[in-house]
């Protein structure tokens, strides 16, 4: 199994531009997510999803979309990027996203907005 | 809402020197679940260690060992006979129990010089 895979690993972006980073999993779990990572800041959740069809909003949404048309993958889309969200993106998955489960993290993706 | 506190940023050793690490939680849920996660200079994040609001029983792993307490909403994480390899960024995490939507700190560096 490859686990949870990310690409591209970095990306420089204008502002106003925008892009998808993709996340993959092939371990046929149910839940997957988003969060950033800025320094002293930790990680913040930004979507999730708890199978194809359903996401929703976590902690810090405003800026990006996302969407999950099957249960392998869950792209995060910035329509307009700002160097706000310069920022390291991580990707993660869980079996079947109760409370108890391990979460699996992607690489990480590295984002810079100029 | 559910909140995690690392109140220590960034912590130094010598070699072989033990080092505590403190994550103080809240929230509201009766079950609840805790992690560790470290994250060395190559970026990735690393899984150390879930334990269950259920569980205080203390664990130890090698070098590592937890000190989960309910009366004090802590669950810190002491490293004996710290190595340069020690050297990371460590995350204490929660989630609670409906989804695996996880809390993070904000992270303490920890450095061990030789």
């Known amino acids: 199994n490859a686990g949870v895979t990310q690409t591209p690993k970095f990306q420089v972006l204008k502002t106003g531009q925008s892009m998808t980073l993709q996340c993959a999993q092939d371990m046929n779990h149910e839940y997957m997510s988003w969060y950033r990572q800025d320094p002293g800041m930790g990680l913040r959740l930004i979507h999730y999803?708890?199978?194809?069809?359903?996401?929703d909003q976590g902690e810090v949404p405003n800026g990006y979309n996302v969407s999950r048309s099957t249960t392998e993958d869950f792209p995060l889309r910035l329509l307009s990027a700002a160097p706000s969200q310069t920022s390291v993106y991580f990707c993660a998955s869980s079996y079947s996203g109760q409370g108890s489960d391990e979460q699996y993290f992607g690489p990480g993706t590295r984002l810079t907005v100029t | 809402a559910q909140k995690v506190t690392q109140a220590q940023t960034e912590i130094s050793v010598v070699e072989k020197e033990d080092v505590t690490l403190d994550c103080v939680y809240e929230t509201r849920d009766t079950t609840y679940y805790l992690f560790w996660y470290k994250q060395p200079p190559s970026g990735e994040l690393v899984f150390l260690i879930r334990?269950?609001?259920?569980?205080?029983q203390n664990e130890i792993s090698g070098r590592y060992s937890w000190n989960f307490q309910k009366s004090t909403s802590s669950f810190n994480f002491t490293i004996t006979a710290s190595q340069v390899v020690d050297s990371a960024v460590y995350f204490c995490a929660l989630s609670e129990r409906r989804y695996s939507t996880l809390t993070f700190g904000k992270g303490t560096m920890l450095l061990v010089s030789p």
């Open positions: 999803s708890v199978g194809a069809g359903i996401t």
């Open positions: 334990r269950n609001s259920f569980d205080e």
